[in-house]
């Protein structure tokens, strides 16, 4: 599989979530914070044309002429919904499209409703090595160990990796 934003976003969030999700184990249509994560992304692209834009690989959530908006619905894991959002900002650099990223929540717990991201040098440099580490990890033929954490109990994967 292809690395996509999905993927860097759930090689930060859970290295086992990743590698099941590259190797083509979806177990997400049962999760209720997934439902709910599409349809805000369809309330989302109701409400305007720059929304939901297909480029290669990825979907995007909307683009104006001086941002990349990707849209989570919390900001539980603000770093993942970083890096995710750095990997889009790349590949519109790759096609000669420079913007700025904006990350917003609808939920907030822990920060602001919107935060701001800047693909340069040195976060291009580290996010290229991403990609590679996110491309090793699903040729791996072995999945990663279960990590029991908070966190585990949101989880689509949570039966898959508990019960």
């Not at 919390?74 to 995710?84: G, L, N, T």
């Not at 976060?123 to 040729?139: A, C, H, P, S």
Request: hydrophobic share 35%; with cysteine.
């Amino acid at each position: 599989m292809q690395v996509n934003g999905t993927l860097i976003n759930y090689y930060f969030h859970c290295k086992r979530q990743c590698w099941l999700h590259g190797n083509r184990i979806n177990l997400e249509d049962n999760s209720e914070d997934v439902k709910i994560g599409k349809a805000i992304h369809d309330i989302k692209s109701e409400q305007g044309k720059d929304t939901e834009i297909s480029i290669d690989n990825v979907k995007i959530d909307k683009i104006t002429s001086r941002y990349l908006t990707e849209v989570k619905k919390s900001d539980a894991d603000v770093e993942a919904a970083k890096w995710q959002l750095l990997f889009y900002l790349k590949i519109l650099k790759d096609k000669g499209i420079d913007r700025k990223g904006k990350l917003e929540f609808i939920e907030k717990n822990k920060i602001k409703n919107t935060i701001y991201v800047e693909l340069h040098e040195e976060n291009l440099t580290e996010l290229n090595q991403i990609v590679d580490d996110v491309e090793k990890l699903l040729k791996n033929e072995k999945i990663p160990d279960v990590e029991k954490l908070s966190k585990c109990r949101k989880c689509a994967y949570y039966e898959y990796c508990f019960l």
